[in-house]
Antibody
């Protein structure tokens, strides 16, 4: 069974950094792209970027380029999303997703989401 | 960047109604268009991929159509469990690649 399990909710202060994890199981992690999607409270879905675990090739949305870092640890089948210099506007739920054979950007399997709250 | 104009932003319909949601791309995206359903507090769920292919396990009352710039998601007979927000998503495989979501359509029961 394909599963993406994300790390738990976080409460951070402005200026702090954060690394969210997404652990994959049930499929060949190195072979398929993993995407990160942001959803701010009450708002829509925003693609942040995607990574190919096999060689760590990464593609970022222009809106998030330079603002976040997406990485993988192939030994643990885990993708990471790193946010730094957090602001209140980073408060959101962050999802990881993969499409497997359906395509690089099709998101057929999703993590449960990680809620990040940034507040002083 | 390719923009996606999704309409309506909200919709109220009766059980059994036929419901259609549209998405228009700012340029030709051939059939690189997916549809997702999101229920409150849950992760999105893929319904339709590549404009018209029904994802495994999705009820056949859901269908997708279109190519180029104009796309539709249709629910042939609305059920109470279909209350959700629906998003279209375009993708571009040509490097550097990219994804854009529509703004979402909130669907509820009248």
């Amino acid at each position: 069974e394909v599963q993406l399990v994300q790390s738990g909710a976080e409460v951070k202060k402005p200026g702090e950094s954060l690394k969210i994890s997404c652990r994959a199981s049930g499929y060949s992690f190195p072979s398929y792209w993993v995407a990160w999607v942001r959803q701010m409270p009450g708002k829509g879905l925003e693609w942040m970027g995607s990574i190919y675990p096999g060689d760590s090739e990464t593609r970022y949305s222009p809106s998030f380029q330079g603002q976040v870092i997406i990485s993988v640890d192939r030994s643990t089948y885990t993708a990471h999303l790193q946010l730094s210099s957090l602001k209140a506007s980073d408060t959101a739920t962050y999802y990881c997703a993969t499409g497997l054979w359906l395509g690089d950007y099709t998101m057929a399997y999703w993590g449960q989401g990680t809620l990040v709250i940034v507040s002083s | 960047d390719i923009q996606m104009a999704q309409s309506p932003s909200s919709l109220s319909a009766s059980v059994g109604d036929r419901v259609t949601i549209t998405c228009q791309a700012s340029q030709d995206i051939t059939n690189f268009l997916n549809w997702y359903q999101q229920k409150p507090g849950k992760a999105p769920k893929l319904l339709i991929y590549d404009a018209s292919n029904l994802e495994t396990g999705v009820p056949p009352r859901f269908s997708g159509d279109g190519s180029g710039t104009d796309f539709t998601l249709t629910i042939s007979s609305l059920q109470p469990e279909d209350v959700a927000t629906y998003y279209c998503q375009q993708y571009n495989n040509i490097p550097p690649g990219g994804v854009t979501f529509g703004q979402g359509t909130r669907l509820d029961i009248k």
